[in-house]
T-cell receptor, first 112, second 115 residues
Framework: GAGVSQSPSNKVTEKGKDVELRCDPI?????LYWYRQSLGQGLEFLIY????????KSGLPSDRFSAERTGGSVSTLTIQRTQQEDSAVYLC??????????FGPGTRLTVL | AQKITQTQPGMFVQEKEAVTLDCTYD???????LFWYKQPSSGEMIFLIY??????QNATEGRYSLNFQKARKSANLVISASQLGDSAMYFC????????????FGAGTQVVVTP
């Protein structure tokens, strides 16, 4: 498809387990962003990849969170030892060098 | 420091009326972009409209227009002829710099359109 895709759409896991969330950006978009959104809240910035530069990890809430971007395309957000407060919708977006970012449908994570 | 401020947490508007959503921003960079996104209850974030800091004219996209007042650092979204489907959360965002800038989002404004 032409848009940003994310998988899985929903993930239910048990506290303490690791999860991986995947993002496929729009082809040709060289910037990729991860955000977290709790119910009824705004967007919380997590991490940002821009071209070939080192990622901006300033929004990651703890060292349990990490992300990588392989080949300048697909990105994986990993949360280790999940906690109940990690429950949220995780949104991925991509953008060209300038202009708007476009969002994927999100992954709803529920930690039991 | 908060770079994007949306002071209206929520508002009601009657169908077919116009509504203005406030957004103020803070930057010292002469080059920046301003964006509005819509997030309906389904959760997807939909890009609505963009205004560049050097654009001379206010941006318009269909029923959406951006009232850009550079000196006041204001970028209000105007939705004309509101429809029931306009009920959603609206986010203002800014991207600083000529390129590769990180996006800063406001807290959002919840709009409810009533018949």
């Amino acid at each position: 498809g032409a848009g940003v895709s994310q998988s899985p759409s929903n993930k239910v896991t048990e506290k303490g387990k690791d999860v991986e969330l995947r993002c496929d950006p729009i082809s040709g978009h060289t910037a990729l962003y991860w955000y977290r959104q709790s119910l009824g809240q705004g967007l919380e910035f997590l991490i940002y990849f821009q071209g070939n530069s080192a990622p901006d990890k300033s929004g990651l809430p703890s060292d349990r969170f990490s992300a990588e971007r392989t080949g300048g395309s697909v990105s994986t957000l990993t949360i280790q030892r999940t906690q109940q407060e990690d429950s949220a919708v995780y949104l991925c977006a991509s953008s060209p060098r300038t202009g708007a970012q476009f969002f994927g449908p999100g992954t709803r994570l529920t930690v039991l | 420091a908060q770079k994007i401020t949306q002071t209206q947490p929520g508002m009601f508007v009657q169908e077919k009326e116009a509504v203005t959503l406030d957004c103020t921003y803070d930057t010292s960079d002469p080059s920046y972009g301003l964006f509005w996104y819509k997030q309906p209850s389904s959760g997807e974030m939909i890009f609505l409209i963009y205004q560049g800091s050097y654009d001379q004219q206010n941006a318009t996209e269909g029923r959406y227009s951006l009232n850009f007042q550079k000196a006041r650092k204001s970028a209000n979204l105007v939705i004309s002829a509101s429809q029931l489907g306009d009920s959603a959360m609206y986010f203002c965002a800014m991207r600083e710099g000529d390129s590769w800038g990180k996006f800063q989002f406001g807290a959002g404004t919840q709009v409810v359109v009533t018949p």
